[in-house]
C-alpha cells in the first residue's frame, strides 16, 4: 500500500470542510488536483471515502470511521518528526575531538570557547589521548576529527598540517648560562641528563629519529608519562626535559624555568586528521575553522618556535 502523509492530511481536512475548493486552497491545489488525491487514497484503500453530489460533499461509513484512526496516524506521525527534528537538532550541536594533551592543552580551550559563543549549548567531548589512539577514533567514527602530530598512513583518513613546532630544551635557572647556552646542538645533547617522554609518545619518536640520524641511540636520564611530571623534576633540578614547544607552553609561567634553543633539532608536524569518506558536521567544521586561527595566532606570537606548515 503506497498512502502518503499529505493524503491522509487532504483527508481530515476534507472530512472537517465537506467543502472542495475550500480544501483545495489550503494546500495550494486545484479542485481537480484534490480530486484526484482523494480518488487515489480510495482506490489505495479500496473503499470510497466520500459520497459526492452537485450540492454536498458527505463521508461514507468507512469514511466516517477512518477519521480517528487517521487523525491518530497523523498524530503519530508529527510526534515522530518533532522528535526526530529535536534529535537532529542535539546532534547538529554535538562535537567529539581526540588530541594528544599538549595539543588539547594549548589548540582546544580557545576554540571551545569560541563554539560556545556561536552555538546555544554546544556538547564537546574532549579526548586527550596517544597520538596513535587519537586516530584510533577517527577511524571508529568515535570523534569527528583529531589533532595529532603525525601524517597517518591509513589510506581512508585526510591530513591538514597546520603548523610544526621546534623541540626546545626546558631548564632550572639554576642551570646558568655557563652549563647551558641559549642555543645548543643536537650533538651537544648527550652529555646533558635529559628527560622525554615514554617510548609510546610521538615525542620520543621525533627525538629518537633526530638522534639515529647521526648514528646514535637516544637513551634518555629519565622517560615520564606526564608534562606536568617532567616539570616537576626539572624544577627540582634532576635533569633538563626534552619537548615540542607546545607541550612546554603552559610550564613557561612557572618561575625558575628557562628555555633553550636546538639549533639543528626535530620539528613536529601537527595537523588535523579526518575521514575522507564523509563531510564534517557544521559544528566540526566551524571547530576546524577555528583551530587554524588559534594555530595562526600561536605562529605570529612565538614564529622562533612555532612554524607554518611544511607547504605553506
Keep these: ?114 563554539l560556545e559563543q556561536r552555538y546555544a549549548q554546544p556538547h564537546i567531548a574532549v579526548h586527550d589521548c596517544a597520538d596513535q ?24 583518513l585526510h591530513y591538514e598540517e597546520i603548523l610544526r613546532d621546534r623541540f626546545v630544551l626546558l631548564a632550572p635557572s639554576a642551570w646558568g648560562r655557563k652549563r647551558l647556552g641559549a642555543r645548543v646542538a643536537m650533538d651537544e645533547l648527550n652529555d646533558l641528563p635529559l628527560i622525554s617522554m615514554t617510548d609510546a609518545s610521538t615525542a620520543m619518536k621525533y627525538m629518537s629519529a633526530a638522534f639515529l640520524q647521526r648514528g646514535v641511540v637516544f637513551r634518555p636520564k629519565l622517560q615520564l608519562d606526564q608534562i606536568g611530571t617532567i616539570a616537576g623534576f626539572v624544577k627540582q633540578g634532576l635533569g633538563i626535559a626534552v619537548l615540542p614547544y607546545l607541550g612546554i607552553m603552559p610550564l613557561l609561567s612557572l618561575k625558575g624555568m628557562r628555555v633553550a634553543e636546538i639549533v639543528d633539532g626535530p620539528v613536529r608536524s601537527v595537523g588535523i586528521v579526518s575521514r575522507k569518506a564523509s563531510a564534517p558536521s557544521a559544528i566540526a567544521a566551524q571547530a576546524m575553522i577555528e583551530i587554524r586561527a588559534v594555530a595562526d595566532r600561536l605562529k605570529q606570537q612565538s614564529p622562533e ?8
Design 133 to 156: 589512539a587519537a586516530v584510533g577514533r577517527v577511524v571508529n567514527y568515535q570523534v569527528d576529527f583529531a589533532l595529532a602530530s603525525a601524517s597517518p598512513s591509513n589510506p581512508e
Design 305 to 312: 618556535w612555532i612554524w607554518p606548515p611544511a607547504a605553506a
Design 1 to 114: 500500500m503506497n498512502v502518503t502523509p499529505r493524503q491522509l492530511r487532504i483527508f481530515l481536512s476534507l472530512a472537517q470542510s465537506l467543502n472542495f475548493s475550500r480544501t483545495a486552497e489550503q494546500f495550494f491545489v486545484t479542485q481537480p488536483s484534490l480530486s484526484k488525491a482523494v480518488k487515489d487514497l480510495e482506490e489505495e484503500l479500496g473503499v470510497p471515502l466520500f459520497e459526492r453530489s452537485t450540492r454536498s460533499v458527505r463521508l461514507t461509513p468507512a469514511g466516517e470511521q477512518l477519521v480517528p484512526m487517521v487523525r491518530r496516524i497523523v498524530g503519530e506521525f508529527d510526534t515522530g518528526l518533532q522528535h526526530m527534528q529535536s534529535r537532529a537538532e542535539q546532534e547538529a550541536h554535538r562535537l567529539a575531538v581526540a588530541a594528544l594533551p599538549s595539543l588539547a592543552n594549548v589548540l582546544l580551550p580557545g576554540v571551545c570557547a569560541a
